[in-house]
Each structure stands twice: as C-alpha cells, then as structure tokens.
C-alpha cells in the first residue's frame, strides 16, 4: 500500500476525530472499502496494523525532520513541542491530551521526558487560572498516573509524579486538607488491592508527611533523614525537647498510630509480602520521629487510647495484635505473634507455593525484628540483636548478608 | 540450575552481536530507538574493551559519529542522542565517556563541554538539569560529575551545592531517589552513590544501612531487582553491584548465583544478553550484565571501574584515581 496515501488517511483521522486510546493490531480487520481502511476506527479508539506501523513512522520522521528545517539543525520532538505550545501554535490543553493518549501505550509510560513535559505543560495552563480552579486540574492529573499505574505498575516515573501533585498544592486551606485525605484514603484502598506493590505505599507515605504538615507547618518532610541519621543527629539535637500537646499535634499522632494499626493488619491478613513490612519499617522510623521531635511522649499511651475510642477503628474488627500502642517491645511482640501463626502452618502445608510465602513472611518478620530493635538504639553486639541474625542466617538462602553477618 | 553445565560466558557472539547492531536499519526497532544511538554506542564500545575487543568497531568511525552528535551553539554545545537530535547531559556524559576510551577527547572543544554541563546546574538547590528545560533527577547530578571528572574541570561547578542536593535525596532506608521524597531505586542509588565517590564524599553514606537494602535485592533464583518486590533484571547486577562495590561490600551477596543468572540471560545462538532469561536481547543490558561479572571476578574480562563505568585501565590511562572502597 503506498505510504503517501497511509499518512493522509492517518492524518484525517486524526484531523476529524478525538482518540481516546491507540492500539497496535497483529493483523488487519478492515476491507478496502471502508472509509479508513486499513485503519480501524471504533468510538475513539484507533487501532493501526503492525504490518503499516514502520511504513508510517518512517514516513512520518522524514516529514517531521524536514519541517524543522533539515537533519542537520533538526531539534527534538518533545522541544518542538514545547516551542510551538509556547509561541501559541498549539494549544496546551490538546497537548495534554495527546500526552494522555501516548500514556495508553504501556512503552511510552517510561519516558521520564514524557512527564516532565507534562508537568511543563501544566504549569503553563496553570499561569493562565487562579489557583482556586487549580485543584480540579490536579485531580484530573492524580486520575491519569492511577491509569498509568494500573497500565504499568510500580511504574516510577509515574509516582514521582503523583508526588509532584500532592507537593505542588498549598497546605493552608480546608480545600487542600480534603484533598490530601481523599487522596489518603485512595491510596489505602489501593495498597490493599496491591499488596506487592510497595510504590504505593511510599507513595501513601508521602500522603501522610504531607498531612501532617498539614496539621503542623513545620512538619519535618523527612527529606534526606535516614535512620542513622534519627538515631545519630537527631538524637543528640532534640534532648530536652517539649512535648507538643495542641490538639494538632494530636491529630498528627493519630494519623500515624492508625496507619501502623492499618498496615499491621493487612501484614496479617497477606502473609508474604515484602511490600507492607517495609512500609512498617517506614512507619516505625516515623514513629520515632514522632517520639524525637516532641509530638509523642515516651508514655501518653493511655491519653491517646481516650482519644481514639473512636468507633472507626473499633469497627474494623482489628486483632488486638494490631491495636497495642507502638513500642519496641509492643512491635517485637507483633513481629513474633506473625512467626508463630506462620510457623503453625508450616506444619500441614503443602502446598508450595503457600509454603514458600510462608518463608518469606517469617524472613521479613525477622528482618523487621533486626529493624526496629536498631531503630531502638540495640547494637549487633547485643545478645538478642546475635540472636536474631543467627535465625536470618539460617532461613535466608538469597543473599550472603545474614551469613557474613552472623561471622 | 545445579545438574545442568552452566554455558560459559560466549565472548564471540557477544562481539558480532554488537558489531551487527547498525547493519538493523530496516527493523522498526532501529527507527523507534533512534534517540539512543549514541548511548548504544557506549554500551557496545564499552562492553567490547570489557571482551578484550574495543578493535571490533573502528576507532575513526565511532569518533566522527561522536563529533557529529555535537552542537555548535553557545552554551548549548552539549551533545544530541544522534545526529540532528537536542543536546542533553546524559548524550554529553556518554560522547565523553566513548572518547576517553578511544583516547580522543583532543578531538573536541573540551571547554565548550565543561561550559555546557555547567549551565545545567541550578544554583539555588546545587541540582543539575538535564537539558535547557529543567527537568531535575539525580541522575543528572552524576552525569553532570561524572563528566567534568573526566575531563579533570571539577572546578567549573559548585560541588558542595551538589553534594548538598544530593543528600537531599536520601530516604529513611539509606536508599536515594530521583528527588527529595522519591521512592530508593537501586540505579538512582548507583547515581547518588557514585557521584559521592567521585567527589570524595562517600563518608556521608549509611554504607550499612543501605548496604543492607541492597543485600535484599538478591532473589532466590540469584538475579537482583531495583526495588522491593520487583522482577529479577540482568541490568541490577549492574546497579546494585556497583554500588556495594563502591562500598566494599561486595561479598554481601551471593556471587555464584547471580553469575549462574547473568550467563542464563544469554542469548546463545545470536549473542547478546536480555534483562532475564528467555527474553529479548539488547545492547543495554548486554553491557550491564558482562560489567556485572567483570565486579563479580568472571575470568576472562578486563576489569570495570565501579564508579564511572568504564574499563578500569581506562580510568587509570586518564590518572584518576580509585574512589571507592570506603
């Protein structure tokens, strides 16, 4: 078929009609006489044959390349794109729903330019609204990195992004904090619907931080802190910290306590996964952020039960595992109450694939013990510290670690 | 896996794998991965000299190439990814990268290089900027190093603004991401971690604690992920390794199954390595699973510099000195 005649049959499609998604066909469905043969075009979305795809595209880059006036002061194609969106030629609306559209091939999602010249694009639509409308635009953009990452999961780019969103709204009005908690509640029905996706759950990491500061601007956003950075900087700079005790400050504390209720849970309810037992890990870290930073006491456990007699977490049926108040050794003992349950099915398994999650829920488990009594200040020349790298040595095959640890 | 002979390293149909990769021009694949030529390149010239092989493309053409990809234009003499494309950090990095193989960096105006990559760099927060447009990632923090290293102009930058941003980047677990708040990815931690080396600052890396994290990439059937719960990738031997090598944590990780993975990645009819077993080869993954075994001792291979990914006597040929091993 002759390529001139592909590209204009493509370009009158694309001239007449608004595509909602594009598809590539292994084989052609269409006949000769149909108006955009071979092309097929059902209610917006646009299916082109494998066969024509190069033709075109070959085509297609000459043309392109010739318009930017010759290879050898060609420019590329995503500046061009910004140039012309700049000097008006294009409208920056269409150009992201062209984005939109190149985000329904899963390829195309890993194009780490693609995104920045979205967040290029919207910055630009944004200059031309007061930013009152702006928060409708950023639920259209939270709508499509949830398209993309149920396309392409974990997909990395497509999380930063969302970051970007939440970073980009203002932490002052009520607008906002409506916002941040739809988002949060977005998320936590997401991680339960993809456990093994731990992109989620640092993403729903961020929804908290953003929360909390929210709640209390100077919020720390934990940018850049490690957790030998809480237990060797921050230790030694928060001595003799005041304990906060407004009501925000509560609220913050709230926020995380029901989190790590939440995760625990789903830790329970999906053994294997090491996605939520490293969100616990974060949680713990956060914790003891918590704790540092004068938000939390050491011992305003029983305050805070008064405060969250509330009904929606005595609603969720929690194990009472899960409800204990976050400590070292509260957390030890959640960790161990996992590895009991698992080590009670181990016994009649034999299924092995069930077999297998079982091992690794016992390996992260453990792992988590390791965490959190160092996050607790306990060396590896503490006893129980040896103890547990010995166990770890034992069951972890992967990786030389635990071996050489347990030297 | 432990009954079967394990088929060794196939040094031959690696070379003509690479080698035939421009004689492709009417695959479609060809076209559509046209921005990453000259980044092939690299990968291919790279994993030849690594092969005892850099002869096998020839020196005058691969330099005329790299000339070609460059702009003449102020400030924005950077490099495009092929003839005609912008001018971008990451095609800079990888254009000085090949000439300091082929030792021919006198081919070009090194001053224009270190003018352009220095205009990438934001002064407020010390991040680099990939090209003219401002997108910021850490990666470019370790091409913007990584390549004024190599060309001995440190100096024409702020590194302590770098380093400052870099650190920025640091999450809970040791781990580093793209920017302040981004999920730890085993290849921005080799960025991060490598442009600490290179600016002599690896002090301010929880070695441990991270090293750990990267410990838990290795799976059970010995091939390393990026991230928690990810598939196994040939090009994480890569990413991972070179960073625990930069720490002196090598031995962390089990070097038997994951060179058992490396070379089960290998395509043995037409050469080439995939990102996993059974899939499709590409030059990318190729380099990144044979630099994997140069870390890994794999007899037979010239040795890489973890840092800057080039062959070691490479960097030993410039005078730059090993910046690792903390």
């Given at each position: 078929m002759n390529v001139e005649k592909l590209y204009q049959t493509l370009n009158k499609i694309l001239d007449k009609h608004e595509i909602h998604e594009i598809g590539l066909l292994p084989y052609q469905s269409t006949q000769p006489n149909d108006e955009y043969y071979p092309f097929l075009f059902i209610e917006s979305n646009l299916g082109i044959p494998l066969e024509y795809v190069d033709k075109i595209y070959k085509y297609a880059h000459g043309i392109f390349m010739n318009a930017r006036?010759?290879?050898?002061e060609t420019k590329d194609t995503v500046k061009s794109l910004k140039e012309s969106t700049r000097c008006n030629h294009l409208d920056p609306i269409n150009e992201l729903k062209f984005i939109d559209l190149l985000f329904t091939l899963p390829k195309h999602t890993k194009h780490s330019t693609i995104w920045f010249h979205r967040k290029w694009i919207v910055l630009k639509i944004h200059q031309h609204y007061s930013s009152d409308d702006h928060l409708s635009s950023w639920q259209h953009e939270i709508v499509i990195t949830r398209r993309v990452a149920e396309l392409y999961p974990k997909n990395y780019y497509a999380w930063t992004y969302r970051h970007w969103i939440l970073l980009n709204i203002s932490n002052n009005s009520l607008q906002s904090k409506l916002f941040f908690d739809e988002e949060l509640t977005i998320m936590k029905s997401w991680v339960q619907k993809n456990i093994s996706d731990y992109s989620g759950f640092q993403h729903l990491q961020r929804c908290l931080i953003r929360l909390s500061k929210y709640y209390d601007n100077s919020f720390n956003d934990l940018d850049g802190i490690s957790r030998k950075d809480i237990l060797e900087k921050f230790n030694f700079q928060f001595q003799n910290q005041d304990l906060k005790n407004d009501n925000n400050s509560n609220l913050i504390v709230l926020l995380w306590y029901r989190e790590i209720q939440f995760t625990k849970d789903l830790i329970l309810r999906y053994p294997g996964h090491e996605s939520p037992w490293y969100h616990l890990r974060f949680l713990s870290f956060g914790w003891k952020w918590l704790i540092l930073s004068g938000y939390l006491g050491l011992n305003n456990s029983i305050e805070f039960k008064c405060v969250d007699d509330d009904k929606e977490i005595d609603q969720q049926n929690y194990n009472p595992i899960v409800k204990e108040w976050p400590d070292l050794e509260k957390d030890l003992e959640f960790s161990r109450y996992c590895i009991r349950q698992v080590d009670l099915m181990i016994i009649n398994q034999d299924n092995n694939e069930r077999l297998e999650s079982m091992v690794i829920q016992k390996q992260n488990a453990l792992a988590f013990e390791l965490w959190i009594s160092e996050l607790y200040d306990r060396t590896r020349d503490d006893i129980d510290v040896k103890e547990l790298i010995a166990k770890l040595a034992n069951i972890s095959m992967n990786s030389n670690y635990y071996i050489v640890q347990n030297k | 896996m432990t009954t079967e002979k394990q088929t060794p390293l196939l040094v031959d149909l690696h070379v003509k794998y690479i080698q035939s990769l421009d004689t492709k021009k009417d695959d479609l694949e060809y076209w559509l991965t046209e921005h990453l030529r000259l980044s092939g390149v690299y990968w291919g010239l790279t994993a030849l000299d690594l092969l005892n092989n850099v002869d096998a493309l020839k020196k005058e053409d691969v330099v005329k190439y790299v000339i070609s990809c460059q702009h003449d234009n102020g400030s924005l003499s950077g490099f495009g990814g092929h003839v005609g494309h912008d001018p971008h950090l990451l095609y800079t990095l990888y254009s000085v990268q090949i000439l300091v193989i082929e030792d021919s960096l006198d081919a070009v105006n090194v001053d224009k290089i270190v003018e352009y990559v220095a205009s990438l760099q934001d002064h407020a927060t010390g991040a680099f900027r990939g090209d003219e447009w401002g997108e910021i990632d850490t990666r470019f923090s370790y091409g913007a190093l990584s390549c004024l290293s190599l060309l001995k102009r440190l100096d024409a930058v702020n590194v302590s603004k770098a380093v400052e941003f870099i650190m920025l980047c640091k999450n809970f677990d040791g781990g580093f991401g793209s920017s302040p708040g981004a999920e730890s990815h085993a290849g921005q931690i080799f960025c991060c971690v490598g442009a600490l080396a290179i600016v002599n600052s690896l002090h301010l890396v929880d070695a441990d604690l991270l090293g750990w994290w990267l410990c838990e990439r290795q799976l059970k059937n010995g091939g390393l992920n990026g991230r928690p719960e990810k598939l196994e990738d040939v090009c994480y031997s890569w990413w991972v390794l070179s960073a625990l090598s930069i720490l002196g944590r090598l031995h962390w990780i089990n070097k038997e199954k994951l060179i058992e993975f490396v070379l089960a990645a290998q395509d043995p009819e037409g050469g080439g390595i995939a990102d996993r077993p059974g899939d499709m080869v590409d030059v990318f993954h190729t380099l990144f699973g044979i630099a994997g075994l140069s870390l890994l001792g794999y007899p037979g291979l010239k040795l890489v510099d973890p840092v800057y990914c080039l062959p070691k006597h490479v960097v030993q040929r410039i005078g730059l000195a090993e910046r690792y091993h903390v």
């Open positions: 006036g010759g290879i050898a | -």
